[in-house]
């Protein structure tokens, strides 16, 4: 027999099984079954060295007249073991026996005779290095003796070579798929849950929609949030926060039935896309999950009672596209916060007020970069004199397609959108200029702008009205500040610092909506103020409301003690003037003072207001307004 035709045979047919492997262990199976059935050879088998402490190896694969000789021996490489395939692995280079009979070592993996029953006459072992690392054993039994000669070995350690070329090429593949698979999954599934995520939700949905449109059948989409999330995870740590929420998903899961499948579509969400159900269906199923998922939940140390609130929205009720679906269900679920069954079905309104909003969001910060407000201004007067003593500047915003928005809802724009800033410094800007014009024109009544909380973290704003008094050459007098009781007392140590480099600037600081921040006397002796502004909530009840004109008498008492100014605002009526008049109050602001006007009119408006007289005539209201 021409042995080093059939190791060419063998290696010609081990390549084309290369070329074809999908992966390592059929790759291994198939090469040791070419080895056989196309080389002609007894057996094949290949093994995987093992770095244990035993040095193992572990057969993977064989074919062939193997009949319990795998099972029989115990393969290891350590220095003691004879043998070819020991001494292949441990060396790294081929090892061939001519006669297995005549095989003699101190320790052999098997009996002689257990080789000799089964037909072995020689064996040829090859080491598979992969990576410059001897990772296994190929090793060839033949019938005859002396069956490997010179060609033959070279060509079938070729093979060998080319067979942990294959190995090292599959295992690259499968580190790279499942690389490709830890990205997919970290993509589409939500890593504590291991559910579909928020990607993942909305291709479902997508698919789910184009399904039903095509059966003309309805759809729901169900959001379902966790309440106290937040709460748990702020008093003990995410970690506990994520148990409460792998919980939920269990339940919820086992909720939704067999072919549903919950999402994960934010920290405290879950969704469930309905195909072909209607809203009564997809309302008791939410009723059911209402009853069952929130029952008490082992979180760490302690019991949680975990609250939920549903949302649904309906295709095409409410939608027919995916976006706008998953919106209103989560806008549902929002509603479902104020019901008493936790349970809602959406409901337009919100939706299109929510819509609203973010346009003026956006139309706002259009507004303050190009100069589209307007800076308007509410006298003071003195109520002991009659005369007007200072204005307030008030900004206003008149929208090209809304009108005049309301001042109380674009500052709460302002502040969601992160526009406080850039307002407050348009404000600044403008009321300068304003304030300005008015001193060149010899009119001499201070100006004060309102600061905000978030102003008060501005880390530059006191440098800012520095620089706009230097820009203007502006007497300190001449600018005040008025800031809210509530925006000191967020933050009273850094309110307080602000305070005081504000007040190193020369300039007068009032405390304004005094008595709804719950400020203390011994916060309020330390900050560098001139005056209290009462609330008009106050001063617009005190003669109807005995606790608020308790409260009236007892800021002006307090304000006074403590060497402060007291302003009076909303002050309606010239009955409240009288009442304010006899306690002692300083100086009114309100419609019987005189409304809110442009800047540019207040010169005009004082010129012609009944204050420049010592006592305010009885026709004052009229004339204000």
């Not at 920290?267 to 059911?288: C, G, H, I, M, N």
């Not at 809602?344 to 309104?349: F, I, Q, R, S, V």
């Amino acid at each position: 027999m021409d042995y080093a035709e059939r190791a060419l045979r063998t290696l010609s047919a081990g390549n084309r099984t290369l070329l074809r492997a999908e992966d390592e262990q059929s790759l291994l199976h198939e090469m040791c079954r070419v080895i056989v059935e196309v080389g002609g050879y007894r057996m094949a088998w290949v093994g995987c060295a093992e770095h244990d402490e035993q040095k193992t190896i572990r057969p993977v694969a064989h074919h062939g007249f193997e009949s319990g000789f795998l099972e029989v021996g115990k393969y290891n490489w350590t220095d003691e073991e004879g043998g070819p395939t020991a001494e292949a692995v441990r060396t790294g280079k081929h090892s061939i026996a001519q006669d297995v009979s005549a095989v003699s070592a101190p320790h052999l993996p098997m009996p002689l005779t257990e080789a000799i029953e089964r037909g072995y006459g020689s064996v040829a072992a090859f080491p598979l290095i992969v990576r410059g690392e001897v990772a296994g054993n190929l090793t060839i039994f033949a019938r005859e003796r002396d069956a490997f000669g010179e060609r033959e070995v070279r060509l079938l350690a070729e093979m060998a070579d080319d067979l942990a070329f294959g190995i090292d090429t599959l295992r690259v593949r499968a580190r790279h798929r499942a690389a490709e698979e830890t990205i997919r999954r970290m993509a589409y599934f939500d890593t504590p849950t291991g559910l579909p995520n928020r990607t993942s939700l909305q291709q479902e949905l997508a698919d789910s929609i184009e399904a039903v449109q095509a059966a003309h059948n309805p759809l729901a989409m169900m959001i379902i949030k966790i309440g106290r999330f937040q709460e748990i995870g702020d008093t003990l740590g995410y970690q506990e926060a994520d148990l409460l929420v792998l919980e939920m998903s269990k339940r919820l899961s086992q909720l939704a039935g067999d072919g549903r499948t919950i999402a994960r579509g934010g920290d405290d969400e879950f969704a469930l896309v309905l195909p072909d159900t209607s809203a009564e269906v997809a309302l008791r199923l939410a009723q059911k999950m209402m009853r069952e998922v929130c029952d008490p939940v082992p979180v760490g140390s302690l019991t949680v009672d975990p609250h939920a609130f549903i949302g649904i929205a309906m295709y095409p009720g409410h939608g027919s596209t995916p976006d706008a679906i998953l919106r209103r269900a989560k806008i549902a679920a929002g509603q479902a916060r104020n019901t008493i069954g936790k349970i809602a079905l959406y409901k337009g309104t919100v939706d299109q007020e929510c819509t609203r909003r973010l346009s003026l969001m956006s139309d706002l910060r259009t507004a303050i970069d190009k100069h589209e407000l307007s800076l308007y201004c509410q006298p003071k007067v003195s109520i002991a004199t009659g005369k007007v003593c200072g204005a307030e500047a008030l900004v206003r915003w008149r929208h090209p397609q809304h009108g005049m928005v309301a001042t109380g809802e674009f500052i709460a724009l302002a502040e969601h959108a992160g526009l406080i800033m850039p307002l407050t410094r348009w404000v600044l800007e403008t009321a300068f200029r304003q304030s300005h014009t008015w001193y060149e024109s010899g009119v001499r009544q201070p100006l004060s702008v309102n600061l905000s909380a978030q102003d008060l973290r501005d880390p530059r704003l006191v440098d800012r009205i520095a620089s706009l008094f230097a820009t203007w050459a502006m007497p300190p007098e001449m600018v005040q500040f008025e800031l809210t009781e509530s925006a000191l007392m967020e933050d009273p140590a850094g309110a307080l610092e602000t305070l005081v480099r504000l007040k190193e600037l020369g300039v007068e600081l009032s405390i304004d909506d005094y008595g709804t921040g719950y400020s203390s006397l011994s916060y309020l002796q330390k900050l560098p103020v001139d005056a209290l502004k009462i609330d008009q909530s106050f001063v617009g009840t005190m003669l109807t409301n005995a606790g608020s004109a308790v409260i009236v008498r007892s800021t002006v008492e307090l304000g006074h003690n403590l060497g402060l100014g007291v302003i009076a605002e909303g002050v309606e009526s010239e009955a409240l003037w009288d009442g304010l008049r006899a306690l002692g109050c300083d100086t009114a602001q309100g419609h019987f003072v005189g409304r809110p006007i442009p800047v540019d009119q207040f010169v005009d408006w004082e010129a012609h207001s009944p204050w420049h007289r010592d006592v305010p005539p009885a026709d004052a209201t009229t004339v204000a307004t």
